[in-house]
């Protein structure tokens, strides 16, 4: 879904601005069990939503709160344009982003394949974990390791990603 077309933007600041429709729409969909992932795109500059990162991470740690209360996970993937030299500052707004647990991908459809093609969640958060160690810090959050019977589980349930 692209919240920033036409229809969701007659009238109202695109969603690279104003982040209130998105930030909505990601905790109506961190309720539903069907969603899977959730896919966003950060974009830099000016003319972009000038703290990103105040606006987003406590929208996804109320939404991966919500997906805890409901015994699932609830993976966030990203792709952040812009550069160092934005005023948001690429480099930060990355960060922050990882320490949130989300992975960031190099760009919108590498993105987009990641989330699309990835059936193994344990997988992915492992993988976010440890591109968000910060030097000396250890990755937080539940082992995961994958166990010796996963070959005798059954694959998971098709879910739908959720695109913002």
Not at 79 to 101: H, I, M, N
Not at 103 to 116: H, K, T, Y
């Amino acid at each position: 879904m692209d919240l920033g077309a036409d229809e969701f933007t007659v009238g109202r600041p695109h969603p690279m601005i104003d982040y209130s429709l998105r930030n909505a729409r990601i905790i109506e969909e961190a309720k539903d069990e069907s969603v899977a992932v959730i896919l966003l795109d950060i974009v830099l500059g000016y003319g972009s939503n000038p703290d990103p990162l105040a606006e987003i991470i406590p929208v996804i740690k109320q939404a991966q709160a919500i997906a805890r209360q409901n015994s699932r996970l609830l993976p966030f993937v990203c792709s952040v344009t812009g550069t160092d030299g934005d005023p948001q500052s690429r480099a930060q707004v990355v960060d922050g982003l990882k320490r949130a647990e989300v992975l960031v991908m190099e760009s919108n459809a590498m993105a987009c394949r990641f989330a699309g093609t990835q059936s193994d969640w344990n997988a992915v958060l492992a993988h976010a974990r440890r591109s968000t160690a910060v030097q000396g810090e250890r990755p937080r959050g539940p082992d995961t390791r994958p166990s010796r019977d996963r070959a005798q589980r059954p694959p998971p349930p098709s879910r739908k990603a959720v695109v913002h």
